[in-house]
């Protein structure tokens, strides 16, 4: 399988602590993204690196939050002092600039903060 | 700034009839538009997209979707519901900043 893959699928944390996620995305995909879904509702976006620049960050993205890219391929998201707000489905998603319109996406990090 | 509102959080049909997923968009350019499909505990799965041409554009697991751009409306549509058909659909516009602004999404059901 060559799609976006997403590490762990499912963490269960205490208010608090830390957590990371990994994404890794389509092979020689140049963009890749961060979305946030909460139940019910439709993915937020977070913030994308263009290679290993982070382009654009979304209002959504606190100073808990920081997303790393730092050679281009794979990405994490870290979460400091996690809130119960912070439950939600993390999913991660990749493109390539020459086919820029098209955005595929991982199957997500389940994340409940308890 | 573009936008996706999808009428109807939850839409009923029975297996074999027509579904109608709607959607409509605001953008100051030219849209870029897709419809993604997300089955439980999932990530999105892209069903189609419209980008240029075509307004009618087809896509996997028999779904279509026609750009109307009078209307700002990309619905989408299948003939014949299948059960397996049941899941959220969610629909998007690609914006200048390179990101998709998705709807709230329409949960299809279907009944035996």
């Known amino acids: 399988d060559t799609g976006v893959s997403q590490d762990p699928r499912h963490k269960i944390t205490k208010r608090g602590q830390n957590v990371t996620f990994r994404c890794d995305p389509i092979s020689e995909h140049n963009r890749l993204y961060w979305y946030r879904q909460t139940l019910g509702q439709g993915p937020e976006f977070l913030t994308y690196?263009?290679?290993?620049?982070?382009?654009?960050k979304s209002r959504l993205l606190s100073d808990r939050f920081s997303a790393e890219r730092p050679k281009g391929s794979f990405s994490t998201l870290e979460i400091q002092r996690t809130e119960q707000g912070d439950s939600a489905m993390y999913l991660c998603?990749?493109?390539?600039?020459?086919?820029?319109?098209?955005?595929?996406f991982g199957e997500g990090s389940w994340l409940t903060v308890v | 700034a573009q936008s996706v509102t999808q009428l109807g959080s939850h839409v009923s049909v029975s297996e074999g009839a027509l579904v109608l997923l709607r959607c409509n968009y605001s953008s100051s350019v030219p849209p870029y538009l897709f419809w993604y499909v997300q089955y439980p505990n999932q990530g999105l799965q892209l069903l189609l997209k419209?980008?240029?041409?075509?307004?009618l554009v087809k896509g996997i697991n028999g779904f279509e979707a026609e750009f109307k751009k009078s209307e700002t409306s990309f619905h989408l549509t299948k003939p014949s519901a299948h059960m397996s058909d049941a899941a959220e659909y969610f629909c998007a516009v690609h914006n200048a900043g390179n990101m998709l602004t998705f709807g709230g999404g329409t949960r299809l059901m279907v009944k035996p």
């Open positions: 419209y980008t240029t041409g075509a307004t």
């Open positions: 690196f263009q290679n290993e620049a982070q382009l654009e």
């Open positions: 998603a990749s493109s390539l600039i020459a086919t820029g319109n098209t955005i595929y």
